[in-house]
């Protein structure tokens, strides 16, 4: 249930609220947002009379939540949540630019692309270090040589680093890591998000191959539930009948996301696609649904990498998304990447 306060409410009041609310016993979530303050009432709110509380001076309105996931509820959160990445604020009407290999190869790989993709406007670097591939006999990354590697890449590019994690076991390993994701193979690896709920680290949660959005959300309610709210949704791609992508990119996805959530959304057109003619077309489509971020995979070599180069971008290539991606950000009235 959630509870809208009256704009200018009088604290003694809103106290003795409280304190009714507690002797009621449901738990309670204050959220002071910058146009309304929203409590949330949690737990077993049945014996509450919701005529009652609406009679209340400060109270502007109540409602039964029907969604079962809170924590990531845009109702009890109204403002959308900004996450901090060594200053780049990801959220919030900003817009930043993933980018990188799928696999971590090499160090002079991982330098290399990590210079031109920071030269083109890239604001955070993405790696593979621990892949999940569908071959046992495929290379499966360079795991913590990988990460490394990773890191020598953000020393001299300055660009945070975001690298998926397989293994709740592996959390001491990414402990240097800017944002974990939690690959599709793994968004109801229920196990793992609760332990990644108890970090304080930004999650980046992509949606699984055959989940719901609500699937999609109830996975961050997991992670938040233990106190980590740190977390990037991701849309990227959904299986469908459809043979001649890898996968279907659900657009409408972006917007239901943020009206159901407050948390930032970022598209993967990279592996929604699994071609890379596809990339740009579908960045631009992404930008203009709302999102607020891409994630892109780039290859100095695409033809040789060891793992996604069909869907992998060259540098150049990549350039010119990033200036069609600023073109439709100016048309819809925001800033460029960055
Ligand atoms: C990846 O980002 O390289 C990856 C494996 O993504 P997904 O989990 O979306 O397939
Ligand atoms: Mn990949």
């Known amino acids: 249930m959630i509870v809208i306060l009256k704009n200018g409410y009088d604290e003694r009041q809103l106290e003795s609220l409280l ?23 949690v737990g077993d709110t049945s014996a509450l009379d919701i005529e009652l509380i609406k009679a ?13 996931f809170r924590k990531a509820n845009r109702k009890y959160h109204p403002d959308d949540t900004v996450i901090d990445v060594r200053g780049r604020k990801i959220g919030g009407g900003s817009f930043h630019i993933m980018a990188g290999p799928c696999s971590v190869e090499s160090e002079e790989q991982i330098c290399a692309i990590a210079e031109s993709v920071k030269e ?5 670097l993405r790696g593979g270090a621990f892949k999940p591939r569908t071959s046992p006999y495929d290379f499966q990354g360079m795991k913590s040589e990988g990460l490394d590697l990773l890191f020598l890449a953000r020393e001299k590019t300055g660009l945070p680093i975001v690298s998926e994690i397989m293994n709740a076991n ?19 690896n229920f196990e793992l998000l609760r332990e990644l709920g108890m970090i304080k680290k930004p999650i980046l949660l992509k949606r699984g191959l055959a989940n719901t959005l609500q699937e999609l959300l109830m996975s961050a309610e997991y992670i938040m539930a233990g106190g980590n709210e740190d977390i990037i949704l991701c849309e990227r791609g959904i299986r469908t009948f459809e043979t001649y ?10 917007p239901l996301l943020k009206e159901l959530s407050h948390l930032p959304v970022v598209v993967d057109p990279s592996h929604a696609t699994g071609i890379s003619r596809l990339v740009k077309p579908m960045s631009m489509a992404a930008v203009a649904a709302g999102a607020d971020a891409l994630i892109i995979e780039v290859h100095n070599d695409p033809k040789n990498a060891l793992c996604d180069g069909a869907q992998s971008l060259t540098p150049d290539v990549f350039a010119d998304v ?7 950000l100016k048309a819809v009235g925001k800033l460029p990447v960055g």
């Open 170 to 188: 592996h959390i001491e390993l990414f402990e240097d890591v800017d944002i974990i994701q939690v690959g599709a193979r793994n968004m109801q």
């Open 56 to 68: 209340i001076d400060i109270v502007e309105s109540v409602s039964r939540v029907k969604e079962p």
């Open 245 to 254: 992508t890898r996968n279907t990119l659900d657009l409408a996805a972006i």
């Open 120 to 124: 083109s406007g890239a604001t955070i």
């Open 322 to 328: 990033v200036s069609a991606v600023n073109d439709v």
């Open 19 to 41: 304190n009714w609310f507690d002797g009621m016993d449901v738990g309670v979530q204050i959220n002071e947002g910058e146009q309304t303050t929203v409590i949330g009432l």
